[in-house]
């Protein structure tokens, strides 16, 4: 049981290009979602999912896509990256109800 | 819209002190609430998990405790050392099951 995986672990972008951060959970569960941190912002909401097929914006969803094809996977997508989005990303996991939230162990990214 | 603040942003203390650290919360329709610390640079580190039902939760030196009526969370860490600096994170599970964060307390413990 490998919980929640991020991939990559550290990636350098220029301006303007794109990449796609990777998330996989093998807990069945139904609820994912994306964070990014910033230096004194604690985690801010990017997107979310509460289950295949449906997604949602959060807090600062501006630059960023997600979609859930399946239950395991939830990959966010910078589609023209700016600095702006430096910063380090967490994906999570959950079930509903009181079960506990599963972190990733998060991506590294620099936008140039 | 949840909104979960946390005081003090930052702490500095000696060793050996019990410190308590603060976390608000707006909606008190909540499923659970989480503890994590997190260390420069790296992950989120799982402390306490204290549910709804609760009202308490330790480990070792760290007690978790909620008041959801009055939407308030405090952990307590006993005899401070210095290995307890870092930032410690409190986040919300309400009814979207999506966890919602505070900005951490940032806690230094010098020797």
């Known amino acids: 049981n490998a919980g929640v995986t991020q991939t990559p672990k550290f990636q350098v972008l220029k301006t303007g290009q794109s990449m796609t951060l990777q998330c996989a959970q093998d807990m069945n569960h139904e609820y994912m979602s994306w964070y990014r941190q910033d230096p004194g912002m604690g985690l801010r909401l990017i997107h979310y999912s509460v289950g295949a097929g449906i997604t949602d914006q959060g807090e600062v969803p501006n630059g960023y896509n997600v979609s859930r094809s399946t239950t395991e996977d939830f990959p966010l997508r910078l589609l023209s990256a700016a600095p702006s989005q430096t910063s380090v990303y967490f994906c999570?996991?959950?079930?509903?109800?009181?079960?506990?939230?599963?972190f990733g162990p998060g991506t590294r990214l620099l936008v140039l | 819209k949840q909104e979960v603040t946390q005081i003090p942003a930052a702490l500095s203390v000696p060793e050996g002190e019990n410190l308590v650290l603060n976390c608000s919360f707006t909606d008190s329709a909540i499923y659970n609430l989480q503890w994590f610390r997190q260390d420069p640079g790296k992950g989120l580190t799982s402390l306490l998990l204290?549910?709804?039902?609760?009202r308490e939760q330790t480990s070792g030196r760290l007690n978790a405790s909620l008041d959801k009526s009055s939407g308030r969370s405090t952990l307590y860490i006993a005899a401070s050392q210095p290995g307890d600096s870092a930032t410690y994170l409190c986040a919300v599970k309400g009814g979207s099951y999506i966890p919602t964060f505070g900005r951490g307390t940032s806690l230094i413990v010098h020797p």
């Open positions: 204290i549910q709804s039902s609760q």
């Open positions: 999570a996991s959950t079930t509903g109800g009181e079960e506990t939230q599963y």
